[in-house]
T-cell receptor
């Protein structure tokens, strides 16, 4: 089975530009998570969805960040406008039904975003 | 207070030796889960092992075992017979409760395995 798929793997953009990160979760998983990882702050949860519904977006830094999950197999994280401090690795993770499982999350390879 | 504490920023071990990576946690929930993830230099996060709060036996997955001491709120990862490919960042994480819940990650421990 394919794991979590993220695109692009690397993104370099100029400050002020819109950035869209994409994620395809593992088929059958009903929870999806977006994380940001930096050296200074470690791994931070931005938002998570359950059955395509946003459950907790308290980690989204500010209004410049938005996330959608239009269906069970696709999610996007958008930053508009981007700023240099948004430079980080962005991970998407998915998890099976936690009532039946243990709640482990499977991570995608990440998108390394550089905003100049 | 931090929910997950990993006190070792870095650890060194020689190939074929065992190593223990420390993790302590803080929760008032009775039902919780503890996880370890590995992040090699390539960047991906790899799920290694899980321990449930009600599990009486320590979890094991191949060369990985979790030394779960509930009263002390510790969940140390033990890697037996270290290999060069074990060199990576290791993160401890916790899920509190059941249902809609997220993982809280520690800051990680960098493990370097030398020949």
């Amino acid at each position: 089975d394919a794991g979590v798929i993220q695109s692009p793997r690397h993104e370099v953009t100029e400050m002020g530009q819109e950035v869209t990160l994409r994620c395809k979760p593992i088929s059958g998983h009903n929870s999806l998570f977006w994380y940001r990882q930096t050296m200074m702050r470690g791994l931070e949860l931005l938002i998570y969805f359950n059955n395509n519904v946003p459950i907790d977006d308290s980690g989204m830094p500010e209004d410049r960040f938005s996330a959608k999950m239009p269906n069970a197999s696709f999610s996007t994280l958008k930053i508009q406008p981007s700023e240099p401090r948004d430079s980080a690795v962005y991970f998407c993770a998915s998890s099976p039904d936690r009532y039946r499982g243990m709640g482990e999350q499977y991570f995608g390879p990440g998108t390394r975003l550089t905003v100049t | 207070a931090q929910k997950i504490t990993q006190t070792q920023p870095g650890m060194f071990v020689q190939e074929k030796e065992a190593v223990t990576l420390d993790c302590t946690y803080d929760t008032s929930d009775q039902s919780y889960g503890l996880f370890w993830y590995k992040q090699p230099s390539s960047g991906e996060m790899i799920f290694l092992i899980y321990q449930g709060s009600y599990d009486e036996q320590n979890a094991t997955e191949g060369r990985y075992s979790l030394n779960f001491q509930k009263a002390r709120k510790s969940a140390n990862l033990v890697i037996s017979a270290s290999q060069l490919g074990d060199s990576a960042m290791y993160f401890c994480a916790m899920r509190e409760g059941r249902g809609y819940s997220t993982l809280t990650f520690g800051k990680g421990t960098m493990l370097l395995v030398s020949p």
